[in-house]
């Protein structure tokens, strides 16, 4: 990365950081009205996948599946009530790099349940950019649920594919389990591997995707970083191609940097060199 955007990004994340704990209360005491806020979002409900409403209890969280760190699914409940997830079994698991993630029905609708381990800034950052998205008309998932006291967010799980896994079943090698976890590398080495993976990527992106998605993906991008939000991470595993509609959605906001305007010199260079970053990836497409 070079140099100007990766030092203002520390200086916005640093100023961030100092104001996490005023932020943090913040949220919490708004707790109420940011759930109310997400009434009308992306959301689905388990029983339009086909899970039984009597293997749950409504009024409680019912955790469905872990996911891996390929994006597969480690079923918690007869697996034939969610075969149209990707699965895995135990013994071919790939334990996630940092936070445990799981698949739940909350309230009745499905989600996905992120663990942010104490972690207020990352928690935060998350919670910050889809409170701020879900003003706007962007396609992120929804919040269906806040715990402060342990920092888990619970999100609408998307009925969709996650694009790394798309390119993955076209042949691409770009699975974690096949190229190797970040963190089984030297820095020079995760470089390396990051410069495959997007080479293999665009190979097989024509085949996975046209044209039309790259542009609303653009869009949805513009649109994300007219609210401030600089997403810094954007990948195709952090990218999920909805089923019905075939929109395009943005997840993981957590490493995300949130400026307070939207335009300034500062906004311009980090918003460019995103904007350039979505273009590396999808070169092939343009
Ligand atoms: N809203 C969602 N709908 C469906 N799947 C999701 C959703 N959010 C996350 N996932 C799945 O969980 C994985 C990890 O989520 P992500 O937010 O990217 O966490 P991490 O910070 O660990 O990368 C994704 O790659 C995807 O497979
Ligand atoms: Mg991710």
């Known amino acids: 990365m070079p140099i100007i955007p990766k030092l203002l990004r520390r200086v916005e994340n640093e100023k961030y950081k100092k104001g996490v704990e005023k932020k943090f209360r913040y949220f919490q005491n708004r707790k109420k009205k940011i759930l109310n806020s997400f009434k009308r979002g992306y959301k689905i409900h388990a029983s339009t996948f086909g899970i039984p409403t009597d293997i749950y209890d409504l009024k409680k969280e019912f955790v469905v599946a872990e996911v891996d760190q390929d994006g597969f699914f480690l079923p918690f409940i007869d697996k034939k009530y969610i075969e149209f997830l990707p699965l895995t079994s135990e013994e071919y698991f790939l334990k996630r790099e940092r936070f445990k993630i799981f698949l739940v029905i909350s309230h009745g609708y499905l989600g996905i349940?992120?663990?942010?381990?104490?972690?207020?800034?990352?928690?935060?950052?998350?919670?910050?950019?889809?409170?701020?998205?879900?003003?706007?008309?962007?396609?992120?998932?929804?919040?269906?649920?806040?715990?402060?006291?342990?920092?888990?967010?619970i999100i609408s799980f998307i009925d969709g594919e996650v694009l790394r896994e798309k390119l993955a079943e076209q042949g691409a090698l770009i699975r974690d389990k096949q190229v190797g976890k970040n963190s089984d590398y030297t820095y020079v080495k995760r470089k390396i591997v990051a410069g495959r993976r997007l080479k293999e990527g665009r190979r097989f992106l024509p085949k996975v995707i046209d044209k039309e998605v790259f542009l609303k993906l653009s869009q949805q991008l513009n649109e994300i970083h007219k609210c401030g939000i600089i997403i810094n991470d954007i990948k195709y595993g952090n990218i999920i191609i909805e089923n019905n509609t075939k929109e395009p959605y943005f997840i993981d906001f957590e490493t995300a940097t949130i400026l307070e305007k939207s335009f300034g010199l500062k906004y311009n260079i980090l918003a460019n060199f995103e904007r350039k970053r979505l273009i590396k990836h999808f070169k092939s497409m343009l």
Do not use: A, C, H, Q
């Not at 972690?119 to 919670?127: P, S, V, W």
């Not at 910050?128 to 806040?146: A, C, F, H, Q, R």
């Open 113 to 153: 349940k992120k663990n942010y381990r104490g972690n207020k800034y990352r928690f935060l950052k998350e919670l910050e950019s889809l409170y701020k998205l879900s003003e706007k008309d962007v396609n992120v998932p929804t919040i269906l649920d806040i715990d402060f006291n342990n920092l888990t967010i």
